[in-house]
C-alpha cells in the first residue's frame, strides 16, 4: 500500500515539472512581439438616440485584427482600450474585452476583426449639432493587451477619426387624408 502510494506521488510529481513550463507566464515583451495589430479603423458610433427631446451621444470605437506573428497560437489575449481627449490625462471611456479565447490565432494567421467601444461619449442633439460642437475634441485611444496573467502591454496609440458611423431617422411628413362629406 505504501509502495503503490510512493509510486503514485512520484508519478505527480514528475507529470507537475514536465507540464510546469506549458504553464509558463508569457512576458510582456514576449506577447508584445508575438502579434501584430492591423486593419485598424476607428470611427464613433451611436450609444443612445432618440427624436424627442432630441439628444444624440456618440462614443469612440477602435476595430482591429491581430495577426500572430510568433511560432506559436495565440490564445487566451485580453484587450483593454482607455480613450482619451487629445492632450488630456483623464479618461473619457474604457472597454476590456476577453477576445481571444476558443479559437486560437494559428501561426501566420490573422483573427476575426476584435472591437473596442468607449463605454463613455460626447453628447448633442443631432448630428448636425457635432460640427460646432466644443466638447467633441480629437481624441485618442491606446490599445493596450494581456495574455495568461502577464502585465499588461501597450500595443500602440491610434488617433480617433472624425467618422460618424450613424444615420438619423429621416423626417417624415404627416400625410393627412381628405374626409369625404357623406352625399346628402
Not at 502510494?5 to 506577447?31: G, H, N, Q, R, Y
Not at 501584430?36 to 450609444?47: F, G, P
Not at 472591437?115 to 460642437?133: I, R
Not at 502585465?151 to 488617433?159: A, K, N, Q, T
Request: aromatic share 10%.
Amino acid at each position: 500500500m505504501k509502495r503503490l502510494m510512493l509510486i503514485s506521488l512520484t508519478a505527480a510529481l514528475l507529470i507537475s515539472v514536465f507540464s510546469l513550463p506549458a504553464c509558463k507566464k508569457m512576458s510582456t515583451e514576449e506577447l508584445k512581439k508575438s502579434m501584430e495589430i492591423v486593419d485598424v479603423q476607428t470611427k464613433w458610433v451611436s450609444k443612445e438616440y432618440r427624436v424627442w427631446p432630441p439628444k444624440l451621444v456618440l462614443v469612440p470605437v477602435i476595430s482591429f485584427r491581430v495577426k500572430n506573428v510568433s511560432d506559436k497560437p495565440l490564445e487566451y489575449i485580453n484587450f483593454n482600450a482607455i480613450f482619451k481627449f487629445k492632450g488630456e490625462t483623464k479618461n473619457l471611456g474604457d472597454n476590456f474585452l476577453a477576445a481571444i479565447r476558443k479559437k486560437p490565432v494559428m501561426p501566420g494567421e490573422l483573427s476575426d476583426v476584435i472591437t473596442l467601444k468607449s463605454n463613455y461619449g460626447v453628447e448633442g442633439k443631432t448630428l448636425q449639432s457635432f460640427q460646432n460642437n466644443p466638447y467633441w475634441k480629437p481624441v485618442i485611444v491606446q490599445l493596450f493587451a494581456r495574455a495568461h496573467g502577464s502585465d499588461f502591454v501597450l500595443l500602440g496609440e491610434y488617433d480617433v477619426s472624425k467618422t460618424i458611423d450613424f444615420k438619423e431617422d429621416q423626417a417624415v411628413a404627416p400625410i393627412v387624408e381628405k374626409k369625404e362629406e357623406p352625399k346628402k
